[in-house]
């Protein structure tokens, strides 16, 4: 019997998150802004255990394109989404592959024996949420992992590639590779800025990379974040996102489509072969009450999109699933989804 090919191939850092409500003290504590996304420094090197003694946790599997990865594997059938990032060999690991199992995604890990898996900080204050990675084992990542017999034929079946811009940190050079193969053998490649971080200190990676981007996927502020730092003097997002799509493009047989989101507002979709006309599509809006914790949100807005997309939808349609699903993970803790299945498409 031969084995699933998964339309949708999802690489990032593989991570589990560490969550606490109420955080104001520890945002002062640590020198943490109540809505950003960063990478561990020397002065945070405490919070994880901090966290875990001091605190009421809650532990939910995280990593930007694999909370995608479980959204999209959540919308689609069984053997869809196989998500791949080095772990430890670890109770971390075991975490993750158990979160994976309940959303119907296929993990392929890359294992780490003697190194811990990464984790993150999460500080949720009011609506707002402060990520603090650390990605131990995550940014120990080889590129031999792509070509070896387990993963290779995955990496050959897929139709459609997604990238979290949390990988470029390490692994620019691995994602690049991937990305070429795919616009060289005309598949989808997908990427997702992540954090408004990453266009501002590896807008280097970040513009190699681009090229070979079929969709890119942002919010509000890593649009401009990634303005800032290409020097485009307006914070107007449909400016941006025209912008972004007319960028140049390595195989020219598609356009390329820039979809930026922004909260509760509406999201703005701009395709590369009609960049003067923005597509809007408005969000629903939850009420404060309705809303138990945005972490994850943006994920599962791709993950929603990434869905429809495999199943060939239209792209107003994709984003559509990606509000649905967006909205769904907010009246949850973490980048959790509802069970029984809702059928979002």
């Given at each position: 019997m031969s084995s699933p090919t998964y339309p949708l191939f999802c690489m990032g850092n593989p991570l589990l998150d560490i969550q606490v409500f109420n955080g104001e003290e520890l945002l002062k504590k640590y020198d943490l802004k109540a809505n950003?996304?960063?990478?561990?420094?020397?002065?945070?090197?405490?919070?994880?255990?901090?966290?875990?003694?001091?605190?009421?946790?809650?532990?939910?599997?995280?990593?930007?394109?694999?909370?995608?990865?479980?959204?999209?594997?959540?919308?689609?059938?069984?053997?869809?989404?196989?998500?791949?990032?080095?772990?430890?060999?670890?109770?971390?690991?075991?975490?993750?592959?158990?979160?994976?199992?309940?959303?119907?995604?296929?993990?392929?890990?890359?294992?780490?024996?003697?190194?811990?898996?990464?984790?993150?900080?999460?500080?949720?204050?009011?609506?707002?949420?402060?990520?603090?990675?650390?990605?131990?084992?995550?940014?120990?990542?080889?590129?031999?992992?792509?070509?070896?017999?387990?993963?290779?034929?995955?990496?050959?079946?897929?139709?459609?590639?997604?990238?979290?811009?949390?990988?470029?940190?390490?692994?620019?050079?691995?994602?690049?590779?991937?990305?070429?193969?795919?616009?060289?053998?005309?598949?989808?490649?997908?990427?997702?800025?992540?954090?408004?971080?990453?266009?501002?200190?590896?807008?280097?990676?970040?513009?190699?990379?681009?090229?070979?981007?079929?969709?890119?996927?942002?919010?509000?502020?890593?649009?401009?974040?990634?303005?800032?730092?290409?020097?485009?003097?307006?914070?107007?997002?449909d400016a941006i996102a025209k912008a972004l799509a007319t960028q140049p493009k390595a195989n020219p047989a598609r356009p390329r489509v820039v979809i930026i989101t922004h909260g509760p507002k509406a999201t703005t979709v701009v395709s590369s072969d009609d960049a003067e006309n923005a597509l809007v599509v408005p969000v629903l809006a939850l009420s404060d009450a309705e809303i138990v914790d945005t972490n994850g949100a943006g994920d599962a807005f791709a993950g929603g999109f990434l869905g429809a997309y495999v199943a060939g939808k239209a792209l107003s349609e994709c984003v559509d699933a990606g509000h649905k699903l967006g909205s769904m993970c907010v009246q949850q803790i973490g980048p959790q989804y509802k069970w029984p299945k809702v059928n979002i498409l």
């Open positions: 950003d996304a960063i990478l561990a420094e020397e002065k945070h090197a405490s919070l994880y255990d901090d966290l875990v003694k001091n605190h009421q946790v809650t532990y939910v599997a995280g990593g930007a394109a694999q909370n995608a990865a479980r959204g999209a594997a959540y919308v689609l059938p069984p053997n869809s989404v196989v998500y791949t990032g080095c772990v430890g060999d670890d109770d971390l690991a075991e975490q993750l592959r158990a979160a994976n199992r309940r959303e119907g995604l296929t993990d392929a890990y890359l294992v780490r024996k003697g190194d811990k898996t990464g984790a993150c900080g999460v500080i949720i204050t009011g609506h707002n949420r402060s990520l603090v990675t650390t990605l131990r084992a995550a940014e120990k990542f080889e590129s031999s992992h792509l070509s070896s017999p387990e993963v290779a034929p995955l990496v050959e079946a897929a139709k459609v590639f997604y990238l979290e811009g949390y990988f470029l940190t390490h692994g620019s050079e691995i994602a690049l590779e991937l990305s070429k193969k795919a616009s060289e053998a005309s598949k989808i490649f997908v990427l997702n800025l992540s954090a408004p971080f990453i266009p501002q200190f590896f807008g280097v990676q970040l513009q190699q990379i681009i090229p070979y981007c079929d969709i890119i996927i942002c919010n509000e502020s890593e649009a401009e974040s990634w303005a800032s730092a290409t020097g485009l003097p307006h914070k107007d997002l």
